[in-house]
């Protein structure tokens, strides 16, 4: 064969890979409180700035038109709204980046229903089992539901209960959704995309500083997989939490947003051991539910700091990096395709539990901690090169600079 016949057949074979359709797995985005919202947002205007189909040459011009990604919003604060409303004046992708009413579960709350007289929390006794709150107590907080859970974590776990039926019913619709769209050959071959129909992956994104997500994040976590279970059934789901650490949020009262992330991740701790217990029953009418044991296949924890102590100072910073993370799934799949093959090579580690060890002082003591824990960053190499152009530029013209 002659060279050039060669070098023909191995540009041919390049131009058929980039044609190939990527292979996604279809993902449906929770986010709690203002952290899920702000890391959402941030997925959601990739998506609409990426160039899809063969060659790069096609955008969506909303998010109904990508068919392998669902959101939903969950929080007390319906200030968030009026804040993506201010936004939408002088920014023009806004309108349609912001979620949909359908997206959403955000509703007031009436903490009256719940806290006129000691009598009234007895009134649902699945709540009242693990409230730890009296009515007087509740009515000295001056809570205002509206604007968020105060950080609070009590509150907003009652406000999943008051909501339960709407983000049951949500989470459905979405997922079925995602199921439905994997037939959707006509926006999949627009965009130049497949679907892995052996996988449909849940995403819960939150903090644990404040009071909306580090109340709210074990009861979602296993509805999820409830839901993901009846939808499609068997191991064909993960349900995968990022949840935010403390440290970011210093600013906003430092012993409180640590003392809740404490005592969130002690129950996580709990619960990824295997503590279905922590739920009792979200509706009466519907009785104990069949839960998995822990509330989610894979945990990452985002810091704002890494091991050099190196730390951000915003932590929006960080909810960048996470939607580039969580993005990448869609723009690379050989991205996604290497983090699933090392994730399944790491199963055999996380299942072990980690044993410290102990002073001698302290006797026949022994701990035990769950190792399913993960994390993940992001590293840039700066080479400097952008900045010595822009040196020689304006060298060359320094009267147009």
């Given at each position: 064969?002659?060279?050039?016949?060669?070098?023909?057949?191995?540009?041919?074979?390049?131009?058929?890979?980039?044609?190939t359709p990527r292979k996604l797995q279809p993902t449906l985005f929770i986010g709690l409180g203002g952290t899920g919202m702000e890391v959402v947002l941030r997925i959601r205007r990739?998506?609409?700035?990426?160039?899809?189909?063969?060659?790069?040459?096609?955008?969506?011009?909303?998010?109904?038109?990508?068919?392998?990604?669902?959101?939903?919003?969950?929080?007390?604060?319906?200030?968030?709204?009026?804040?993506?409303?201010?936004?939408?004046?002088?920014?023009?992708?806004?309108?349609?980046?912001?979620?949909?009413?359908?997206?959403?579960?955000?509703?007031?709350?009436?903490?009256?229903?719940?806290?006129?007289?000691?009598?009234?929390?007895?009134?649902?006794?699945?709540?009242?089992?693990?409230?730890?709150?009296?009515?007087?107590?509740?009515?000295?907080?001056?809570?205002?539901?509206?604007?968020?859970?105060?950080?609070?974590?009590?509150?907003?776990?009652?406000?999943?209960?008051?909501?339960?039926?709407?983000?049951?019913?949500?989470?459905?619709?979405?997922?079925?959704?995602?199921?439905?769209?994997?037939?959707?050959?006509?926006?999949?071959?627009?965009?130049?995309?497949?679907?892995?129909?052996?996988?449909?992956?849940?995403?819960?994104?939150?903090?644990?500083?404040?009071?909306?997500?580090?109340?709210?994040?074990?009861?979602?976590?296993?509805?999820?997989?409830?839901?993901?279970?009846?939808?499609?059934?068997?191991?064909?789901?993960?349900?995968?939490?990022?949840?935010?650490?403390?440290?970011?949020?210093?600013?906003?009262?430092?012993?409180?947003?640590?003392?809740?992330?404490?005592?969130?991740?002690?129950?996580?701790?709990?619960?990824?051991?295997?503590?279905?217990?922590?739920?009792?029953?979200?509706?009466?009418?519907?009785?104990?539910?069949?839960?998995?044991?822990?509330?989610?296949?894979?945990?990452?924890?985002?810091?704002?700091?890494?091991?050099?102590?190196?730390?951000?100072?915003?932590?929006?910073?960080?909810?960048?990096?996470?939607?580039?993370?969580?993005?990448?799934?869609?723009?690379?799949?050989?991205?996604?395709?290497?983090?699933?093959?090392?994730?399944?090579?790491?199963?055999?580690?996380?299942?072990?539990?980690?044993?410290?060890?102990?002073?001698?002082?302290?006797?026949?003591?022994?701990?035990?901690?769950?190792?399913?824990?993960?994390?993940?960053?992001?590293?840039?190499?700066?080479?400097?090169?952008?900045?010595?152009?822009?040196?020689?530029?304006?060298q060359q013209f320094p009267e147009a600079s």
């Open positions: 064969m002659a060279p050039q016949e060669s070098a023909d057949i191995n540009t041919l074979t390049e131009t058929d890979k980039e044609n990739r998506i609409l700035h990426h160039t899809w189909g063969a060659g790069g040459s096609t955008r969506v011009g909303s998010l109904e038109e990508f068919p392998v990604a669902e959101f939903m919003h969950f929080d007390l604060d319906q200030g968030a709204l009026l804040e993506e409303g201010r936004a939408a004046s002088s920014d023009p992708l806004a309108n349609i980046v912001k979620l949909p009413a359908q997206d959403r579960v955000v509703s007031g709350l009436d903490l009256l229903k719940y806290s006129r007289n000691e009598d009234d929390l007895h009134k649902y006794p699945n709540i009242a089992a693990w409230f730890p709150l009296t009515a007087e107590k509740v009515r000295n907080l001056g809570i205002d539901p509206s604007k968020g859970a105060g950080q609070m974590r009590p509150i907003s776990r009652l406000y999943f209960f008051d909501n339960y039926r709407q983000t049951r019913d949500t989470i459905a619709q979405k997922l079925d959704h995602l199921k439905a769209n994997r037939g959707n050959r006509h926006q999949l071959d627009r965009l130049n995309l497949d679907v892995d129909s052996e996988k449909v992956r849940i995403v819960v994104i939150g903090s644990i500083a404040g009071g909306t997500g580090s109340g709210s994040f074990l009861d979602m976590g296993w509805l999820a997989r409830l839901l993901g279970e009846k939808a499609f059934g068997g191991a064909r789901y993960d349900v995968q939490l990022v949840l935010f650490t403390p440290r970011g949020y210093a600013k906003a009262d430092k012993d409180h947003t640590e003392a809740n992330g404490y005592a969130a991740l002690m129950e996580l701790e709990t619960c990824m051991r295997q503590y279905p217990e922590y739920v009792g029953t979200w509706l009466l009418d519907e009785g104990k539910p069949n839960l998995d044991p822990s509330p989610y296949t894979d945990v990452y924890l985002i810091e704002t700091a890494n091991m050099g102590r190196h730390a951000l100072e915003d932590v929006k910073d960080v909810y960048e990096m996470v939607a580039d993370a969580l993005f990448e799934d869609f723009a690379n799949e050989d991205f996604a395709n290497k983090k699933r093959s090392i994730a399944v090579n790491q199963q055999k580690h996380k299942v072990l539990s980690y044993h410290p060890p102990i002073p001698e002082d302290y006797g026949m003591l022994k701990l035990k901690y769950h190792m399913g824990y993960s994390s993940f960053g992001q590293s840039i190499l700066d080479t400097q090169h952008s900045r010595q152009l822009d040196e020689q530029e304006y």
